[in-house]
T-cell receptor, first 112, second 116 residues
Framework: KQEVTQIPAALSVPEGENLVLNCSFT??????LQWFRQDPGKGLTSLLL?????REQTSGRLNASLDKSSGRSTLYIAASQPGDSATYLC???????????FGAGTILRVKS | DTGVSQNPRHKITKRGQNVTFRCDPI?????LYWYRQTLGQGPEFLTY????????KSRLLSDRFSAERPKGSFSTLEIQRTEQGDSAMYLC??????????????FGQGTRLTVV
């Protein structure tokens, strides 16, 4: 059974700091990995999708890497801003059409 | 707005009542998923449709839960005889038919259910 763990559970940083969020998964046989952002009481917004054959994806100040063999992914946020404050979730998919298996998320607070 | 739409956004119901939620996926997305999320946890899978066929159901989906996608477009999730433990955020997601990003999931804003 696939299990996804995210570390740390919560993180508080001053504005402008670069930060890394970690995601690990127990079964390396995945099709892709997706990072999401969730604001309080809201749905999920897709940030980055990494196919299993890829090593990383970038979007603006966000960079996600994937090491499938070791079962790890990181989300790097550069020059953090108060507007980045949210819960960040990672999820993996085993094959096309399969369900997402989520971690519990990292709650990020960026202080101005 | 061409995103995933969920209604209602909030629902408060008394224990024992039935509730129904609706999800309208992104147009032409053939895959539709329901998830449930409780406070402090990531979403947990409930059920999956490809077009109108329900292909997978989680063990979380007890006999009191039923989902339909009658014409392969919108979907409904019904909970009968609600219990306090059903209180959660119910999320709907859809994925496109093909292409390289054909597993990318797009989520709606969710329906927050409170059973009192």
């Amino acid at each position: 059974k696939q299990e996804v763990t995210q570390i740390p559970a919560a993180l508080s940083v001053p504005e402008g700091e670069n930060l890394v969020l970690n995601c690990s998964f127990t079964d390396s046989a995945i099709y892709n990995l997706q990072w999401f952002r969730q604001d309080p009481g809201k749905g999920l917004t897709s940030l980055l999708l990494i196919q299993s054959s890829q090593r990383e994806q970038t979007s603006g100040r966000l960079n996600a890497s994937l090491d499938k063999s070791s079962g790890r992914s990181t989300l790097y946020i550069a020059a953090s801003q108060p507007g980045d404050s949210a819960t960040y979730l990672c999820a993996v998919v085993k094959f096309i059409g399969n369900k997402l298996v989520f971690g519990a998320g990292t709650i990020l607070r960026v202080k101005s | 707005d061409t995103g995933v739409s969920q209604n209602p956004r909030h629902k408060i119901t008394k224990r024992g009542q039935n509730v129904t939620f609706r999800c309208d996926p992104i147009s032409e997305h053939n895959r539709l998923y329901w998830y449930r999320q409780t406070l402090g946890q990531g979403p947990e899978f409930l059920t999956y449709f490809q077009n109108e066929a329900q292909l997978e159901k989680s063990r979380l989906l007890s006999d009191r839960f039923s989902a339909e996608r009658p014409k392969g477009s919108f979907s409904t999730l019904e909970i009968q005889r609600t219990e306090q433990g059903d209180s959660a955020m119910y999320l709907c997601a859809s994925s496109p038919r093909g292409g390289r990003r054909n597993t990318e999931a797009f989520f709606g804003q969710g329906t927050r259910l409170t059973v009192v």
